[in-house]
């Protein structure tokens, strides 16, 4: 029962969808372990709480 | 100081008093660690961010 | 598919097996979530790389 | 690309930008890793979602 | 700068080479962020560490 | 009871205790909450186990 976790800035259903879809998929081929057996948790953080060198991420993209 | 994090779906306030009370005394009783050393996050996540199996939880509850 | 994961210190074959049958079933209880839908990860840590208070435990427990 | 993820309360932006500032700086100059190495992931949590010694920080708070 | 973290059983270094690969491909092509801006982490844990359905995964795979 | 957890390359005795304290007391600083209600995390990853723009570390590092 592998767990994926994607910590992540906030992003659109739709590719929450294509992201839990492809790399179960891909992750499933690798390691011969069953898709159904993958659970994907999406943690998304606002740039206001990612950091990058020292710097909010929010700060980063003004 | 043991730290247990719950990923876990949206969670009524009830039951996550009744989670921290009852994970925390059960572990303390089988590691024999003082209950006070334990911290317990609670991640609560939409069903459009947890995937099982390749599809978002959101879609397979529909 | 909720995750339950455990950052604790090194802990017996028997203790982990308890664990992970004993927080399951109460959060399953709970939650109402079946006990099969549970993972749980059990992070074991040595005391030089887990700290409280601003020291490490190898140190606290000298 | 060391990970430093913080698990805390509900803070303030100029505390968070504070924190990725400082705590990058610091654990650059401890691991000699460039400060431009480091992402940091700041976990807000509502007190209703964290527990010590088995109560919701919540109740302790009242 | 997504951080990717895989909790799963123990993994042979081409399969770890591989699913770095491969998931940070498909999810840089997903959301549209470069692919030099992620960092994946694989937790790797033995079976007595892993628990499905209350029972560790070493008692399920005897 | 914030907690700061750290993944990072395997690490020496002296790097992770000042790690510990110094993250610790800048983050007590910061925050304002007692230095003792922190616990600190140490992950420690083999260069097999991290993944940058989708190559090993182990095979950046070569």
Chains 1, 2, 3, 4, 5, 6 share one sequence.
Do not use: H
């Amino acid at each position: 029962m592998p767990v994926i976790t994607l910590d992540i800035g906030i992003t659109s259903l739709e590719k929450k969808a294509a992201l839990v879809k492809e790399l179960t998929a891909k992750a499933s081929e690798i390691t011969q372990i069953p898709e159904d057996k993958f659970v994907v948790l999406i943690n998304e953080l606002e740039r206001d709480n990612i950091g990058i060198g020292g710097k909010l991420l929010s700060e980063i993209m003004k």
